[in-house]
Protein backbone atom coordinates (compact mmCIF):
# COMPACT_ATOMS: atom_id res chain seq x y z
CA UNK A 1 0.00 0.00 0.00
CA UNK A 2 1.25 3.35 -1.11
CA UNK A 3 0.61 6.54 1.10
CA UNK A 4 1.27 9.85 0.47
CA UNK A 5 1.24 11.99 3.40
CA UNK A 6 0.92 15.79 2.67
CA UNK A 7 1.61 18.19 5.28
CA UNK A 8 3.29 22.35 5.66
CA UNK A 9 5.53 20.64 8.48
CA UNK A 10 7.74 17.87 8.78
CA UNK A 11 10.39 17.50 11.47
CA UNK A 12 13.64 17.99 11.21
CA UNK A 13 13.17 19.82 7.62
CA UNK A 14 10.64 22.68 8.99
CA UNK A 15 8.85 22.75 12.39
CA UNK A 16 6.95 25.09 13.72
CA UNK A 17 5.05 22.76 16.33
CA UNK A 18 3.75 19.02 16.54
CA UNK A 19 2.24 18.84 13.21
CA UNK A 20 5.88 18.27 12.06
CA UNK A 21 7.31 16.17 14.89
CA UNK A 22 3.90 13.93 14.01
CA UNK A 23 4.87 14.04 9.69
CA UNK A 24 8.50 13.22 10.78
CA UNK A 25 7.83 10.49 12.47
CA UNK A 26 4.57 8.44 11.82
CA UNK A 27 5.73 7.71 7.55
CA UNK A 28 8.47 6.21 9.61
CA UNK A 29 6.64 4.22 11.68
CA UNK A 30 4.52 3.18 9.22
CA UNK A 31 7.49 1.65 6.69
CA UNK A 32 8.29 -0.40 9.47
CA UNK A 33 5.05 -2.63 8.80
CA UNK A 34 4.98 -5.34 6.15
CA UNK A 35 3.54 -3.63 2.57
CA UNK A 36 3.32 -0.47 3.58
CA UNK A 37 5.96 2.53 2.09
CA UNK A 38 4.48 6.01 2.85
CA UNK A 39 6.02 8.98 1.27
CA UNK A 40 5.93 12.61 2.58
CA UNK A 41 5.02 15.85 0.34
CA UNK A 42 5.68 19.33 1.81
CA UNK A 43 6.68 22.76 0.38
CA UNK A 44 9.84 23.89 -0.30
CA UNK A 45 11.14 26.24 2.86
CA UNK A 46 14.76 27.61 2.75
CA UNK A 47 15.88 25.97 5.82
CA UNK A 48 19.27 24.70 6.46
CA UNK A 49 18.39 20.86 5.96
CA UNK A 50 18.17 21.47 2.36
CA UNK A 51 21.41 23.07 1.73
CA UNK A 52 22.50 20.39 3.75
CA UNK A 53 21.23 17.60 1.69
CA UNK A 54 21.06 16.62 -1.86
CA UNK A 55 17.88 16.48 -3.88
CA UNK A 56 16.66 15.57 -7.60
CA UNK A 57 14.99 17.33 -9.72
CA UNK A 58 11.77 14.20 -10.11
CA UNK A 59 9.27 16.64 -12.13
CA UNK A 60 9.39 20.26 -13.86
CA UNK A 61 5.82 21.85 -14.97
CA UNK A 62 3.13 24.81 -14.52
CA UNK A 63 0.00 25.48 -13.00
CA UNK A 64 -2.63 28.30 -13.40
CA UNK A 65 -3.62 30.24 -10.60
CA UNK A 66 -5.65 32.86 -11.86
CA UNK A 67 -4.24 34.69 -14.24
CA UNK A 68 -0.76 33.45 -13.40
CA UNK A 69 1.76 30.95 -13.87
CA UNK A 70 3.59 29.34 -11.86
CA UNK A 71 6.40 26.92 -12.77
CA UNK A 72 5.76 23.90 -10.31
CA UNK A 73 9.24 21.63 -9.31
CA UNK A 74 9.12 18.80 -7.16
CA UNK A 75 12.14 17.88 -5.41
CA UNK A 76 13.41 14.13 -4.06
CA UNK A 77 15.63 14.13 -0.98
CA UNK A 78 18.36 11.89 -2.74
CA UNK A 79 19.14 9.27 0.21
CA UNK A 80 15.65 9.31 2.34
CA UNK A 81 17.48 10.16 5.14
CA UNK A 82 14.67 10.50 7.04
CA UNK A 83 13.41 6.90 6.67
CA UNK A 84 11.15 7.51 4.38
CA UNK A 85 10.81 9.08 0.67
CA UNK A 86 10.69 13.17 1.21
CA UNK A 87 9.44 15.30 -1.91
CA UNK A 88 9.23 19.01 -1.64
CA UNK A 89 7.16 21.34 -4.01
CA UNK A 90 8.93 24.20 -5.16
CA UNK A 91 7.19 27.02 -6.45
CA UNK A 92 9.11 30.75 -7.06
CA UNK A 93 7.21 33.31 -5.19
CA UNK A 94 4.99 30.95 -3.20
CA UNK A 95 6.57 28.02 -2.25
CA UNK A 96 10.54 29.12 -1.58
CA UNK A 97 9.73 30.54 1.96
CA UNK A 98 11.82 31.04 5.04
CA UNK A 99 8.68 29.54 6.97
CA UNK A 100 5.65 27.98 6.44
CA UNK A 101 3.30 30.37 8.05
CA UNK A 102 2.90 34.14 8.51
CA UNK A 103 2.32 35.32 5.28
CA UNK A 104 -0.53 37.85 3.91
CA UNK A 105 -0.74 35.92 1.06
CA UNK A 106 -1.35 32.37 2.38
CA UNK A 107 -4.42 31.29 0.83
CA UNK A 108 -2.38 31.64 -2.51
CA UNK A 109 0.19 29.59 -1.08
CA UNK A 110 -1.77 27.13 0.29
CA UNK A 111 -3.68 26.51 -2.74
CA UNK A 112 -0.28 26.68 -5.07
CA UNK A 113 0.81 23.65 -2.68
CA UNK A 114 -1.79 21.64 -3.25
CA UNK A 115 -2.68 22.59 -6.80
CA UNK A 116 1.11 21.51 -7.33
CA UNK A 117 1.10 18.20 -5.47
CA UNK A 118 -2.05 16.92 -7.87
CA UNK A 119 -0.43 17.98 -11.06
CA UNK A 120 2.64 16.51 -10.28
CA UNK A 121 1.23 13.33 -9.48
CA UNK A 122 -1.19 13.77 -12.22
CA UNK A 123 1.30 14.72 -14.76
CA UNK A 124 3.50 11.46 -13.75
CA UNK A 125 0.68 8.82 -13.69
CA UNK A 126 1.25 8.57 -10.37
CA UNK A 127 -1.29 6.98 -8.62
CA UNK A 128 -1.29 6.50 -4.45
CA UNK A 129 -3.67 3.96 -2.35
CA UNK A 130 -4.01 6.79 0.18
CA UNK A 131 -3.29 10.28 0.23
CA UNK A 132 -3.20 11.81 3.61
CA UNK A 133 -3.82 15.19 4.59
CA UNK A 134 -2.51 17.06 7.61
CA UNK A 135 -4.68 20.15 8.60
CA UNK A 136 -6.95 22.50 6.60
CA UNK A 137 -3.47 23.56 4.88
CA UNK A 138 -3.89 20.48 2.04
CA UNK A 139 -7.82 20.01 3.41
CA UNK A 140 -8.99 20.83 -0.28
CA UNK A 141 -7.50 17.84 -1.67
CA UNK A 142 -9.79 15.49 -0.74
CA UNK A 143 -12.38 17.99 -3.11
CA UNK A 144 -9.98 18.36 -5.76
CA UNK A 145 -9.33 14.93 -6.88
CA UNK A 146 -13.01 14.34 -7.00
CA UNK A 147 -14.16 17.41 -8.81
CA UNK A 148 -11.83 19.09 -11.09
CA UNK A 149 -11.68 17.49 -13.94
CA UNK A 150 -7.70 18.52 -14.31
CA UNK A 151 -7.28 15.58 -11.84
CA UNK A 152 -9.58 13.58 -13.22
CA UNK A 153 -6.66 10.52 -12.93
CA UNK A 154 -7.00 10.75 -9.22
CA UNK A 155 -10.33 10.21 -9.01
CA UNK A 156 -11.47 7.54 -6.66
CA UNK A 157 -8.14 7.73 -5.02
CA UNK A 158 -8.83 7.33 -0.96
CA UNK A 159 -8.27 10.34 1.27
CA UNK A 160 -7.54 10.77 5.15
CA UNK A 161 -8.01 13.98 6.65
CA UNK A 162 -6.36 14.82 10.26
CA UNK A 163 -7.35 17.45 12.66
CA UNK A 164 -4.44 18.01 14.22
CA UNK A 165 -5.87 21.86 15.56
CA UNK A 166 -9.64 22.53 14.57
CA UNK A 167 -9.10 26.44 15.94
CA UNK A 168 -7.28 27.08 12.50
CA UNK A 169 -9.75 26.50 9.70
CA UNK A 170 -8.53 28.55 6.70
CA UNK A 171 -11.04 30.11 5.93
CA UNK A 172 -11.20 32.34 2.62
CA UNK A 173 -14.29 34.60 0.98
CA UNK A 174 -15.66 32.58 -2.35
CA UNK A 175 -13.43 35.42 -4.13
CA UNK A 176 -10.94 33.33 -4.15
CA UNK A 177 -12.89 30.24 -5.81
CA UNK A 178 -11.15 31.74 -9.10
CA UNK A 179 -7.51 30.80 -8.39
CA UNK A 180 -8.58 27.57 -7.25
CA UNK A 181 -7.92 24.75 -10.06
CA UNK A 182 -11.40 24.67 -11.53
CA UNK A 183 -14.09 22.65 -10.43
CA UNK A 184 -17.26 21.32 -11.16
CA UNK A 185 -19.40 24.63 -10.07
CA UNK A 186 -22.54 22.24 -9.73
CA UNK A 187 -20.33 20.90 -6.24
CA UNK A 188 -19.30 24.13 -4.63
CA UNK A 189 -21.24 23.47 -1.57
CA UNK A 190 -18.67 20.66 -0.78
CA UNK A 191 -16.17 23.39 0.09
CA UNK A 192 -18.46 26.11 1.71
CA UNK A 193 -19.56 26.45 5.22
CA UNK A 194 -21.76 29.95 6.48
CA UNK A 195 -20.73 31.55 3.09
CA UNK A 196 -16.92 31.05 2.79
CA UNK A 197 -14.26 28.30 1.68
CA UNK A 198 -13.64 26.39 4.74
CA UNK A 199 -11.28 24.12 3.55
CA UNK A 200 -11.26 22.14 6.86
CA UNK A 201 -14.76 21.68 6.51
CA UNK A 202 -14.49 20.73 3.49
CA UNK A 203 -12.08 18.10 3.97
CA UNK A 204 -14.66 17.10 6.58
CA UNK A 205 -17.05 16.51 3.74
CA UNK A 206 -14.98 15.17 1.39
CA UNK A 207 -12.06 12.73 2.70
CA UNK A 208 -13.10 9.29 3.29
CA UNK A 209 -11.95 9.30 6.76
CA UNK A 210 -11.23 11.96 9.30
CA UNK A 211 -8.93 11.63 12.23
CA UNK A 212 -8.16 13.58 15.21
CA UNK A 213 -4.75 13.31 17.00
CA UNK A 214 -6.65 12.36 20.78
CA UNK A 215 -10.47 10.79 21.25
CA UNK A 216 -10.75 13.02 23.69
CA UNK A 217 -10.49 16.13 21.21
CA UNK A 218 -12.72 14.06 18.64
CA UNK A 219 -15.47 13.94 21.85
CA UNK A 220 -15.09 17.67 22.12
CA UNK A 221 -15.15 18.44 19.10
CA UNK A 222 -18.89 17.83 18.88
CA UNK A 223 -19.64 20.96 21.38
CA UNK A 224 -16.88 22.93 20.86
CA UNK A 225 -15.36 23.48 17.38
CA UNK A 226 -15.85 27.19 16.00
CA UNK A 227 -18.84 26.69 14.02
CA UNK A 228 -18.06 23.25 12.83
CA UNK A 229 -20.24 21.35 15.74
CA UNK A 230 -22.61 20.47 13.88
CA UNK A 231 -20.80 19.23 10.58
CA UNK A 232 -18.80 17.07 12.39
CA UNK A 233 -21.67 15.00 14.08
CA UNK A 234 -23.04 15.20 10.97
CA UNK A 235 -20.30 13.24 9.70
CA UNK A 236 -19.85 11.13 12.54
CA UNK A 237 -19.55 7.75 10.89
CA UNK A 238 -16.40 8.80 9.31
CA UNK A 239 -14.35 10.15 12.37
CA UNK A 240 -11.91 8.52 14.41
CA UNK A 241 -9.38 9.11 17.11
CA UNK A 242 -5.85 7.96 16.91
CA UNK A 243 -3.44 9.58 19.47
CA UNK A 244 -0.08 10.61 18.55
CA UNK A 245 2.67 8.85 19.21
CA UNK A 246 6.37 10.01 19.85
CA UNK A 247 9.38 9.05 18.05
CA UNK A 248 11.65 7.14 20.82
CA UNK A 249 14.31 7.10 18.77
CA UNK A 250 14.94 10.89 18.21
CA UNK A 251 13.43 11.57 22.09
CA UNK A 252 15.37 8.84 24.21
CA UNK A 253 17.47 10.60 27.03
CA UNK A 254 19.75 7.56 26.88
CA UNK A 255 21.34 8.57 23.52
CA UNK A 256 19.69 12.23 23.12
CA UNK A 257 22.80 14.49 21.67
CA UNK A 258 20.83 17.54 22.97
CA UNK A 259 21.23 17.02 26.61
CA UNK A 260 24.44 17.63 28.59
CA UNK A 261 23.74 14.41 30.99
CA UNK A 262 22.25 11.33 29.36
CA UNK A 263 20.28 9.01 31.31
CA UNK A 264 18.35 6.09 31.76
CA UNK A 265 16.07 5.05 34.47
CA UNK A 266 18.65 3.34 36.54
CA UNK A 267 20.39 6.78 36.86
CA UNK A 268 17.86 9.55 36.06
CA UNK A 269 17.66 10.45 39.70
CA UNK A 270 21.44 11.59 39.63
CA UNK A 271 21.92 12.58 36.13
CA UNK A 272 18.32 14.72 35.71
CA UNK A 273 19.64 16.32 39.32
CA UNK A 274 23.29 17.28 37.07
CA UNK A 275 21.25 18.65 34.08
CA UNK A 276 19.28 20.52 36.32
CA UNK A 277 22.07 22.22 38.04
CA UNK A 278 23.59 23.21 35.17
CA UNK A 279 20.58 25.12 33.31
CA UNK A 280 19.95 26.83 36.34
CA UNK A 281 23.10 27.88 36.79
CA UNK A 282 22.90 29.00 32.77
CA UNK A 283 20.03 31.12 33.72
CA UNK A 284 20.46 32.00 37.70
CA UNK A 285 18.00 30.22 39.19
CA UNK A 286 18.12 28.07 42.49
CA UNK A 287 18.96 24.56 41.82
CA UNK A 288 18.00 23.17 45.25
CA UNK A 289 14.76 24.70 44.68
CA UNK A 290 11.88 22.51 42.53
CA UNK A 291 11.68 23.63 38.92
CA UNK A 292 8.61 24.21 37.31
CA UNK A 293 8.53 24.92 33.06
CA UNK A 294 6.39 25.62 30.74
CA UNK A 295 7.29 25.06 26.41
CA UNK A 296 5.11 26.21 24.32
CA UNK A 297 3.60 29.27 21.75
CA UNK A 298 2.04 31.74 23.93
CA UNK A 299 -1.62 31.62 22.38
CA UNK A 300 -4.58 31.58 24.39
CA UNK A 301 -5.38 27.61 23.26
CA UNK A 302 -2.13 27.03 25.40
CA UNK A 303 -3.11 29.00 28.37
CA UNK A 304 -0.25 31.25 27.63
CA UNK A 305 -1.99 34.49 29.08
CA UNK A 306 -2.63 32.62 32.26
CA UNK A 307 1.49 32.48 32.40
CA UNK A 308 2.54 36.15 33.82
CA UNK A 309 0.00 35.93 36.78
CA UNK A 310 1.08 32.33 37.08
CA UNK A 311 4.81 33.85 37.18
CA UNK A 312 4.12 36.25 40.02
CA UNK A 313 1.51 34.56 42.21
CA UNK A 314 3.20 31.03 42.37
CA UNK A 315 6.72 32.78 43.05
CA UNK A 316 5.03 34.95 45.83
CA UNK A 317 2.90 32.34 48.01
CA UNK A 318 5.70 30.38 47.82
CA UNK A 319 7.80 32.82 49.29
CA UNK A 320 10.40 32.63 46.18
CA UNK A 321 9.76 28.79 47.38
CA UNK A 322 10.26 27.70 43.51
CA UNK A 323 11.97 27.99 39.70
CA UNK A 324 9.48 28.76 36.95
CA UNK A 325 11.66 29.10 33.31
CA UNK A 326 9.47 29.73 30.20
CA UNK A 327 11.13 28.75 26.84
CA UNK A 328 8.46 30.51 23.41
CA UNK A 329 7.13 33.11 21.81
CA UNK A 330 4.17 34.63 20.13
CA UNK A 331 1.62 37.17 21.77
CA UNK A 332 3.59 40.19 22.23
CA UNK A 333 1.52 41.54 25.31
CA UNK A 334 2.24 38.31 26.72
CA UNK A 335 5.82 38.10 25.92
CA UNK A 336 6.36 41.65 27.01
CA UNK A 337 4.86 40.96 30.47
CA UNK A 338 6.88 37.82 31.40
CA UNK A 339 9.70 40.01 30.49
CA UNK A 340 9.14 42.88 33.09
CA UNK A 341 8.91 39.69 35.63
CA UNK A 342 12.00 38.56 34.16
CA UNK A 343 13.67 41.94 35.99
CA UNK A 344 11.19 41.80 38.77
CA UNK A 345 11.77 37.73 40.09
CA UNK A 346 14.97 36.13 40.79
CA UNK A 347 13.76 32.80 40.56
CA UNK A 348 12.07 33.35 37.09
CA UNK A 349 13.55 32.47 33.85
CA UNK A 350 12.43 33.81 30.06
CA UNK A 351 14.06 32.60 27.21
CA UNK A 352 12.02 34.18 23.76
CA UNK A 353 12.21 32.20 20.81
CA UNK A 354 12.20 28.73 19.04
CA UNK A 355 14.90 26.33 20.83
CA UNK A 356 15.38 22.57 19.99
CA UNK A 357 18.25 22.43 21.69
CA UNK A 358 17.43 24.17 24.75
CA UNK A 359 13.72 22.20 24.91
CA UNK A 360 15.23 19.04 25.05
CA UNK A 361 17.48 19.97 28.11
CA UNK A 362 13.86 21.66 29.97
CA UNK A 363 12.11 18.49 29.80
CA UNK A 364 15.56 16.53 30.96
CA UNK A 365 15.81 19.02 33.81
CA UNK A 366 12.88 20.55 34.97
CA UNK A 367 11.12 18.62 37.75
CA UNK A 368 7.22 19.51 36.32
CA UNK A 369 5.96 21.06 33.05
CA UNK A 370 2.94 23.00 32.99
CA UNK A 371 0.47 22.93 30.36
CA UNK A 372 -2.62 24.92 31.23
CA UNK A 373 -3.79 24.36 27.47
CA UNK A 374 -7.52 25.42 26.81
CA UNK A 375 -7.58 23.62 23.69
CA UNK A 376 -4.90 20.60 23.18
CA UNK A 377 -5.91 18.61 20.53
CA UNK A 378 -3.19 16.01 21.30
CA UNK A 379 -0.16 17.60 22.97
CA UNK A 380 3.29 16.49 22.64
CA UNK A 381 5.40 18.02 25.27
CA UNK A 382 3.31 16.07 28.51
CA UNK A 383 4.93 12.77 26.25
CA UNK A 384 8.45 14.33 26.08
CA UNK A 385 8.45 15.52 29.72
CA UNK A 386 7.29 12.21 31.30
CA UNK A 387 9.70 10.39 28.60
CA UNK A 388 12.49 12.12 29.98
CA UNK A 389 11.15 11.52 34.18
CA UNK A 390 9.58 14.97 34.36
CA UNK A 391 6.38 15.14 35.81
CA UNK A 392 3.22 16.90 33.70
CA UNK A 393 0.89 18.90 35.67
CA UNK A 394 -1.53 19.48 32.61
CA UNK A 395 -5.67 20.85 32.45
CA UNK A 396 -7.55 17.95 31.72
CA UNK A 397 -8.42 18.45 28.01
CA UNK A 398 -7.78 16.82 24.48
CA UNK A 399 -4.88 14.47 24.19
CA UNK A 400 -3.80 15.52 27.75
CA UNK A 401 -6.85 14.07 29.44
CA UNK A 402 -5.58 10.94 27.28
CA UNK A 403 -2.16 10.73 28.16
CA UNK A 404 -1.85 12.14 31.98
CA UNK A 405 -3.31 10.41 34.83
CA UNK A 406 -3.64 12.40 38.08
CA UNK A 407 -1.39 10.26 41.00
CA UNK A 408 -4.57 10.76 42.82
CA UNK A 409 -5.95 7.50 40.79
CA UNK A 410 -2.72 6.11 40.15
CA UNK A 411 -1.44 8.00 37.32
CA UNK A 412 2.19 10.03 37.59
CA UNK A 413 0.87 13.38 36.72
CA UNK A 414 -1.07 16.53 37.97
CA UNK A 415 -4.49 17.07 36.31
CA UNK A 416 -6.75 20.47 37.35
CA UNK A 417 -9.63 20.94 35.36
CA UNK A 418 -10.59 24.74 34.93
CA UNK A 419 -7.76 26.60 32.77
CA UNK A 420 -7.52 29.52 34.72
CA UNK A 421 -4.74 31.00 37.87
CA UNK A 422 -6.59 29.25 40.67
CA UNK A 423 -6.65 25.63 39.31
CA UNK A 424 -3.00 25.95 38.41
CA UNK A 425 -1.70 27.10 41.80
CA UNK A 426 -3.54 24.61 43.34
CA UNK A 427 -2.28 22.19 41.22
CA UNK A 428 1.64 23.61 41.83
CA UNK A 429 0.52 23.53 45.24
CA UNK A 430 0.24 19.60 44.80
CA UNK A 431 3.27 19.30 43.19
CA UNK A 432 5.10 21.90 45.80
CA UNK A 433 4.03 18.42 48.41
CA UNK A 434 5.61 15.84 46.05
CA UNK A 435 8.57 17.47 45.58
CA UNK A 436 8.97 17.33 49.75
CA UNK A 437 8.79 13.70 49.36
CA UNK A 438 11.95 12.19 47.84
CA UNK A 439 10.64 8.80 47.81
CA UNK A 440 6.95 9.55 45.78
CA UNK A 441 9.30 11.58 43.75
CA UNK A 442 11.75 9.57 42.48
CA UNK A 443 8.95 6.95 41.76
CA UNK A 444 7.12 9.21 39.69
CA UNK A 445 9.96 10.04 37.38
CA UNK A 446 10.62 5.94 37.39
CA UNK A 447 6.70 5.74 36.55
CA UNK A 448 6.81 8.44 33.93
CA UNK A 449 9.65 7.60 32.11
CA UNK A 450 8.38 3.93 31.80
CA UNK A 451 5.38 4.69 29.93
CA UNK A 452 5.17 3.64 26.59
CA UNK A 453 3.97 6.23 24.26
CA UNK A 454 5.74 4.73 21.07
CA UNK A 455 4.24 5.21 17.67
CA UNK A 456 4.05 1.55 16.67
CA UNK A 457 0.66 1.08 18.08
CA UNK A 458 -0.59 4.26 16.14
CA UNK A 459 0.84 3.89 13.46
CA UNK A 460 -0.85 0.49 12.89
CA UNK A 461 -4.33 2.07 13.50
CA UNK A 462 -3.90 4.15 10.67
CA UNK A 463 -2.58 1.18 8.43
CA UNK A 464 -6.21 -0.26 9.76
CA UNK A 465 -8.44 2.51 8.76
CA UNK A 466 -6.50 2.92 5.45
CA UNK A 467 -7.40 -0.88 4.87
CA UNK A 468 -10.75 0.01 5.92
P1 LIG B 1 1.51 22.57 19.17
O1 LIG B 1 1.81 21.83 17.93
O2 LIG B 1 0.08 22.90 19.33
O3 LIG B 1 2.37 23.77 19.36
P2 LIG B 1 2.47 20.17 20.56
O4 LIG B 1 2.53 19.87 22.02
O5 LIG B 1 1.84 19.16 19.71
O6 LIG B 1 1.83 21.62 20.41
O7 LIG B 1 3.94 20.30 20.00
C1 LIG B 1 4.78 21.34 20.28
C2 LIG B 1 6.16 20.97 19.76
O8 LIG B 1 6.90 22.16 19.56
C3 LIG B 1 6.97 20.14 20.75
O9 LIG B 1 7.91 19.38 20.03
C4 LIG B 1 7.67 21.23 21.58
O10 LIG B 1 8.83 20.75 22.21
C5 LIG B 1 8.00 22.21 20.49
N1 LIG B 1 8.15 23.60 20.92
C6 LIG B 1 7.15 24.48 21.18
N2 LIG B 1 7.67 25.68 21.47
C7 LIG B 1 9.01 25.56 21.37
C8 LIG B 1 10.12 26.46 21.56
N3 LIG B 1 9.91 27.74 21.88
N4 LIG B 1 11.36 25.99 21.37
C9 LIG B 1 11.55 24.69 21.04
N5 LIG B 1 10.58 23.80 20.87
C10 LIG B 1 9.32 24.22 21.03
C1 LIG C 1 -1.48 20.55 16.89
C2 LIG C 1 -2.10 20.51 18.27
C3 LIG C 1 -1.34 19.65 19.25
C4 LIG C 1 -0.95 18.33 18.61
C5 LIG C 1 -0.20 18.58 17.33
C6 LIG C 1 0.25 17.30 16.63
O1 LIG C 1 -0.49 21.49 16.77
O2 LIG C 1 -2.28 21.81 18.79
O3 LIG C 1 -2.13 19.41 20.39
O4 LIG C 1 -0.15 17.59 19.51
O5 LIG C 1 -0.99 19.29 16.43
O6 LIG C 1 -0.84 16.49 16.29
Given at each position: ?I?YHLS??C?PVA ?9 G??PK??N ?5 EAKVVMPWYNKSFIYDHEFDIVFDGFI ?7 QVQVLKEKSDVLGFELYMVKIP??LD ?16 F??GVLHWLTAMNI?P ?340
Amino acid sequence: MIIYHLSTECYPVAKVGGLADVVGALPKYQNKIKDIEAKVVMPWYNKSFIYDHEFDIVFDGFIHQGGNMLQVQVLKEKSDVLGFELYMVKIPGLLDRDNPYGYQDENFQFIAFQHGVLHWLTAMNIRPDVLHCHDYHTGLVPFMIENCAEFSFLKGVKTVGTIHNGEYQGMMSWEMAKYLPSFDPYKWGLMDWNGLINPLASMIKCANAFTTVSQGYLEELFVSFRGLESLVRDEFSKAYGIINGIDTEVWNPETDPMLDFNFNSENAVEQKRKGKEKLCKEYGLKPELPFFAFIGRFATEKGADLLPDIVWRSIKQSYGGLNIMILGSGNTYIENKLKEYEYTYTNFALDLGYKEHLSHKIYASADFLLMPSRVEPCGLNQMYSMRYGTVPIVRYTGGLRDTVEDISTGGAGINFTYPGVDDVIHAMNRALMLYNQKDVMENLIHANMNFDFAWEKSAEKYIALYNH
